[in-house]
């Protein structure tokens, strides 16, 4: 009975220490993804100059999310590109899709380099 009781502590230790590795993880993971978006997001439109400047990350429950806070609609356009009224197409500027790799990059490397 003992060893048992002993052995839920030490899970429940381990369990906790875990968490927060994975917390500091995803915390750097944002971090990188804000840095690199800011840094690579295009600045020469009218509406740029905002732009770069409105990445973030917020914490939701468990997860953390990266969003551009001042021109939220703008991030699908310029990473996809889209339609213009004379019917030509605006060039892609994908900015997002190489944050999002870094990131994940940054969170496997840093969960292995904390839970080993």
Known sequence: MAIEID???LL????????EKVDD?????????VDELTA???RDSRAGKK????????????????YNK??????????NGH???DGSRTRAIPH???????AADTFETAIRKGLS
């Open 7 to 9: 052995l839920s502590k």
């Open 12 to 19: 429940d230790q381990y369990k906790e220490e875990v968490q």
């Open 25 to 33: 993880a995803q915390e750097k993971a944002a971090k990188a993804a």
């Open 40 to 42: 690579s997001s295009p």
């Open 51 to 66: 732009y770069y400047r409105g990445w973030t990350s917020q914490n939701k429950g468990k997860s953390v999310t990266v």
């Open 70 to 79: 001042t021109k939220p609609s703008l991030t699908h356009l310029l990473e």
């Open 83 to 85: 339609a213009n009224r």
């Open 96 to 102: 997002i899709a190489p944050a999002e790799k870094t």
